[in-house]
């Protein structure tokens, strides 16, 4: 089977960001993640960034060192969780990569995670994200 690699991590967003910036990066990374088959979910919130991604490791890396480390719209970037797995957490969550705008579509992935018990990093994530989904 092919491994999947997935990066997963937290970032303060540049405080001088506005909603119209933060909804325009959510757009274009919705964009970009489906044409690049990228799976996973990018949050919001208390002015800090999640993000979790899922796809081709060459891609992936690419976009992670490349792109997204040297985006000045965050810093501080806390890589979570950095690796290869056998089956994605994300790929059967509506099949797209999501961003997440309100407290139900969290409450959803929260679900999700949940219900996925047998993939290690689930329970990890599912924790990680309470914050995000109390607060939101
Ligand atoms: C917190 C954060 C997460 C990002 N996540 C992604 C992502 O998952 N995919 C993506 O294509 N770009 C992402 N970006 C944007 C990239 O840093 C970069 O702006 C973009 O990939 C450039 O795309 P382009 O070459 O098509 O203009 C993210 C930026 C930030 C600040």
């Known amino acids: 089977m092919n491994k999947i690699h997935t990066i ?3 970032s303060k967003a540049n405080p001088n960001l506005t909603n119209e910036e933060i909804n325009d990066l959510f757009r274009h990374t919705e964009k970009n993640n489906r044409l690049n088959n990228v799976n996973g979910i990018l949050l919001h919130s208390l002015g800090n960034f999640f993000q979790v991604l899922e796809g081709e490791e060459k891609y992936i890396t690419n976009i992670y060192e490349k792109q997204i480390l ?3 719209r ?6 979570i969780y950095k690796g290869n797995i056998s089956k994605p957490v994300f790929s059967n969550y509506l099949s797209h990569f999501q961003t997440i705008t309100t407290s139900i579509q969290l409450d959803k992935i929260r ?3 949940e219900s996925n018990e047998k993939i290690p990093i689930s329970d990890k994530l599912s924790r990680l994200l309470r914050p995000f989904i109390i607060f939101d």
Do not use: K, Q, R, T
């Open 70 to 72: 040297e985006d000045s």
């Open 74 to 79: 965050h810093s501080n970037v806390f890589e």
């Open 8 to 10: 997963c991590y937290v």
């Open 111 to 113: 679900d999700y995670l």
